[in-house]
């Protein structure tokens, strides 16, 4: 218990310290307006396909995922442990062994899909990002997959939850203390904008962005 409550107030301390920034170079161009869409333990990107998020992600175009959908308008990105996700089904059906990967080191997948307009009620949190800053954003996730020796998206062969997403080996390893959601805060100091420094846990994305953003 004494483990457990030292990890998540080190997690709410993460959330309220900033990390180290980068700036971000200044670009011409329009702001852009992210998304974030939470489940219970994992936060994802909303990246709206517009032509530069085409154009900078281009790489998967030959790996089934369908970016230039006519209807698609967000591509959904997530960093994650691949026992936990490439479990199919509800969280209750995650094995033991998925849980101590995660707790004690797995390697690391990305799971993108595509989507549709978004419903109007949904009121998802957001950021704005000026070109440099979404520029930036866009090239550190990009850079979070992992390539074969051409320089190519490695997929993995796993049927997915739905029928447009596709997992991608990825760079680094999970574990309790580098998870999704850190990611996630090292992707948005990365746009140059300020964040936590250490955001394990849903409430530390949420706490980081009320508080930094």
Not at 139 to 153: L, R, T, V, Y
Not at 167 to 175: L, V
Not at 195 to 205: C, E, I, K, N
Request: hydrophobic content about 45%; overall charge negative.
């Amino acid at each position: 218990m004494a483990a457990v409550a030292l990890y998540l107030s080190a997690a709410l301390i993460g959330a309220i310290v900033p990390g180290s920034l980068i700036s971000a170079a200044q670009q011409d161009g329009p702001d852009t307006e992210i998304l974030l869409v939470a489940g219970p333990i994992h936060y994802d990107f909303l990246l709206p396909l517009n032509a530069s998020t085409r154009a900078r992600f281009s790489f998967l175009n030959d790996t089934g995922l369908p970016l230039q959908h006519p209807n698609a308008r967000w591509l959904v990105v997530g960093w994650g442990a691949y026992d936990f996700y490439t479990t199919v089904g509800s969280y209750n059906q995650i094995s033991t062994t998925a849980v101590l990967k995660g707790i004690f080191g797995d390697r690391s997948v990305m799971r993108v899909d595509v989507i549709g307009a978004l419903r109007d009620d949904l009121n998802l949190p957001g950021f704005t990002l000026h070109s440099g800053e979404y520029a930036a954003l866009t090239d550190a996730i990009a850079d979070s997959f992992s390539q074969d020796p051409n320089g190519e998206p490695q997929p993995i062969d796993f049927a997915g939850f739905n029928d447009t997403d596709q997992f991608y080996e990825a760079k680094g390893r999970f574990n309790i203390l580098r998870t999704c959601n850190t990611w996630v805060g090292r992707m948005l100091r990365a746009s140059g904008r300020r964040f936590g420094a250490w955001t394990p846990l849903p409430y530390s994305v949420t706490l980081s962005r009320w508080l930094h953003w």
